[in-house]
């Protein structure tokens, strides 16, 4: 299985600033996910990945609040824009197709 | 449509206690089936999986069947420690090129000594 590091772990910010979370994988993954697990619940998908190509976002979420970069098939970025305490969350990375292994998370809060 | 229900907590056991998570899921054809566990603080980790119809994952104590007539992949442990102590997701992957994972709600389990 793939090694998946995040950065940063944890962050606090202030309503209405932005911060952009790193995924870096131990090697060359063709998808790479984004999902968001807000407090106590489960994991909802953010969006896909592709190396070359624009992210592919799931029904509720949209590019000027989650935009994703992929500028190599080992690294992915995702910003949380414009940020309310309603994103507090952990956000997750994620490679494979059949199998797929997770990052340690960033753990979000907003006040 | 495609979905995960799991059975809900919390649960709470005594050490060496027997551990059943029920889960079940609704989904066209035969998609792959998973547990995850996420530790305090934490990210997840696979814990197992099976691929087909009767297959068995095991790992760390932990089993879990492919039972394809009930739909269900329930996970199973004979003797629980207090380092078990997690939430539990049980997920499938229905295919397609997206590779998109459906999540449970997930289970909090706490074992006390």
């Known amino acids: 299985s793939a090694v998946i590091s995040q950065k940063p772990s944890r962050d606090i910010c202030q309503r209405g600033t932005s911060l952009t979370i790193q995924c870096q994988v131990d090697s060359q993954v063709t998808m790479m996910f984004w999902y968001r697990q807000q407090p106590g619940q489960s994991l909802t998908l953010i969006a896909t990945?592709?190396?070359?190509?624009?992210?592919?976002?799931e029904s509720g979420f949209v590019i000027d609040k989650f935009p994703i970069s992929r500028p190599n098939l080992t690294f992915s970025t995702l910003t949380v824009s414009n940020m309310s305490p309603e994103d507090s969350s952990i956000y997750l990375c994620s490679v494979g197709i059949d199998t797929q292994y997770f990052g340690p998370g960033t753990r979000l809060t907003v006040l | 449509g495609n979905s995960v229900t799991q059975m809900e907590g919390p649960v709470t056991l005594s050490e060496e206690a027997f551990l059943t998570i029920n889960c079940t899921y609704t989904a066209t054809g035969y998609p792959s089936l998973f547990w995850y566990v996420q530790y305090p603080g934490e990210g997840l980790q696979l814990l197992l999986k099976a691929t087909k119809a009767d297959d068995k994952g095991s790992n760390k104590g932990f089993e879990a069947t492919y039972r394809k007539e009930t739909t269900s992949f329930h996970l199973e442990k004979g003797s629980v420690q207090v380092s078990d102590s997690a939430v539990y997701f049980c997920a499938f992957y229905y295919g397609g090129s997206q590779g998109n994972l459906i999540f449970g709600k997930g289970t909090k389990l706490s074992v006390k000594p």
């Open positions: 990945a592709n190396q070359g190509s624009e992210a592919t976002y």
